[in-house]
């Protein structure tokens, strides 16, 4: 194995990360569907990688491209941080290739095809076709899809299931091939260029640079293949409240979508949750800080309408946002969580704005009087009753 030669993060050539072309269009590559489902056998490459780092699948064969794309995320453990681009050709970027266009292409108005348009057995019909997958275009992880096999399918069978690989994945934003070569032999003692991979890392990126940073993904099939099942679930699955379906749907990416609705259902909305009087003060904390600190005489905000710089200084070292948001901490408009939070409390009907000031609304000026008509945190030997949705609103700090 070789990673000589300064890494493509550090010198990186500049490439388009948009492949366009004066040149009319080549004959499409797409041929008709199948007419019945059948598993296909792939192989997916990472392309310069020595020794190869592959994957091998079973899928579906009426898997859309915007599909087998949440596959390949998954697989070689991508978080989709960047743009993508499928193609179908001798190579990605030789002229004869068709591309198919991402959700974000379509968007900018990119001329092409919708990759949600496109089905798996439109651009591999014969064993040893393959497809091209191009993921951070600055990275440039060119992926290599290959049809090994074709097998008749069960209906029980999973849309994508993962039977073998080999070596870890590269972390996001590692500097391409030579970058994960270089970080897979420094974050790796056994490896045999382990002393001179360090070495190099450190004179290229400082001796206090620490490569386990970009560490590689483990491949651990048991765990990929149980994010495949998340995503073979799709956008069907219904949550016990509306709010949280619309979130689901509202993510774009299918990471974020299989994340979140992991977690929704490891809490078990469905049942009683009683929230001790700690933990409730906690959730409520950036709240309560913020009511106590505007008080029954308010604050004056500054002319532009934010708040003055000594409440943000003291919002951020006392609710201890400088370990969450990078700056000096003493303007609002520059110190999201503290005007993320201040937006809220109004939202939720805590706090309104009056002739330049920052005051409690009638229901919290009683509070700050009478502490136990807030929702139940005052102490109080047995579980208390729910606090109202409007004491805790999301985006409050622990």
Known sequence: MSYRGRCSRCSRPARAASIRSSAPAPPSRRHPRRGDVVTYQVRMDLRGTK???WRRLELASDLFLDDLHAVIQTVFGWTDSHLHRFGSGSTYYSQDNEYYLSPFEVEEGETGIPEEQVRLD???IEVGDTLFYN??????????IKLEAVHPRDNAQPVAICTAGRRPGPAEDCGGVSGYELIAAATDPTHADHTD???EYARYFGSDADPAHYRPTPFDLDEINTMLADLGNGDTGQSPHKALDELVHAIRTSNGKQRLRRLIGNATLDQPVHVDVDTAAQMVRPYTWLLDRVGTDGIALTGAGYLP???VEAA???????????GKGNRENLTLPVLSLRESARKAGLLRKHRGKLLLTARETACVRIPSRC???SPQPHPPAPPTPARLRPGSSS
């Open 316 to 326: 951020t070292a006392e609710l201890g946002l400088a370990q969450e948001w990078i």
């Open 197 to 199: 991979a360090v070495a």
């Open 375 to 377: 929702g139940g945190i």
């Open 135 to 144: 993921y951070d275009f600055g990275d440039d992880w060119q992926h290599t």
């Open 51 to 53: 020794p190869p780092l």
């Open 122 to 124: 439109e651009v591999l």
């Open 309 to 311: 710089p000594v409440h």
